[in-house]
């Protein structure tokens, strides 16, 4: 079982849908928690940071954690033809020193004009 | 101006040659990694240097040797190449504690034949 788990999609909305991509993890260390979103061809790009539980949003995006259930969230609204990338969520046990990520498989969406 | 750029971005080359990715970053940043993305675009830490020391190393391959000549450069030699080592290899710097996440590099694509 990977350590991070996500639906690899594709997951297809119409324009304008609010879109919900979700992490599930079997670490309960983790405490760092990212999101990013990779375009074809294209390097991640870091979209969302939180820390430990709660909520966080930034614009059209809203980030979720639930470390009781070890279960994390991407809400995306008005979703934009522009927003079709693959989407990974990413965790880190420690947050300074020596730390690293570790990656979902990324789910890929497509938004539909 | 590319804050983390990879050279080359595409690699074509048979079984059993060796062959080196280049990367640099103009951040700042104290800390570089390497990650391999499988086809299936899972996203697997290889390596990571803070301020040319070698800080994380997964288990990778023997015939993999990152080399890092000053902060800013982190190089990835692989020796003896096999089918299997075919994907994109992805570098990224990061400054700070884990909040702040990394930015990666468009990838170098490796195809082996």
């Known amino acids: 079982q990977k350590e991070v788990e996500q639906d690899p999609g594709p997951l297809s909305v119409p324009e304008g849908a609010i879109v919900s991509l979700n992490c599930t993890y079997s670490?309960?260390?983790?405490?760092?928690f990212m999101w990013y979103r990779q375009y074809s061809r294209k390097g991640p790009e870091l979209l969302m940071y939180?820390?430990?539980?709660g909520n966080k949003e930034d614009g059209r995006f809203t980030a979720q954690v639930d470390k009781s259930s070890k279960y994390i969230s991407l809400f995306i609204r008005d979703s934009q033809p522009s927003d079709s990338a693959t989407y990974l969520c990413?965790?880190?046990?420690?947050?300074?020193?020596?730390?690293?990520?570790?990656f979902g498989t990324g789910t890929r969406l497509k938004v539909l004009a | 101006d590319t804050a983390v750029s990879q050279t080359p971005k595409y690699l074509v080359t048979q079984m059993g040659n060796d062959k080196s990715i280049k990367c640099e970053q103009n951040?700042?940043?104290?800390?570089m990694y390497w990650y391999k993305q499988d086809s299936k675009k899972f996203l697997k830490i290889m390596f990571s240097y803070n301020n040319k020391e070698l800080i994380i190393n997964e288990t990778v391959p023997n015939r993999f040797s990152p080399k890092s000549p000053d902060k800013a450069h982190l190089n990835l030699h692989i020796n003896s190449l096999e089918l299997g080592d075919s994907a994109v290899y992805f570098c990224?710097?990061?400054?700070?504690?884990?909040?702040?996440?990394?930015?990666f590099g468009s990838g170098t694509r490796l195809t082996v034949v």
């Open positions: 990413a965790m880190s046990e420690q947050g300074s020193g020596t730390y690293k990520y570790i």
């Open positions: 670490n309960s260390a983790f405490q760092y």
């Open positions: 951040l700042g940043h104290d800390t």
């Open positions: 990224a710097s990061s400054q700070g504690g884990a909040s702040y996440g990394y930015t």
């Open positions: 939180t820390y430990s539980s």
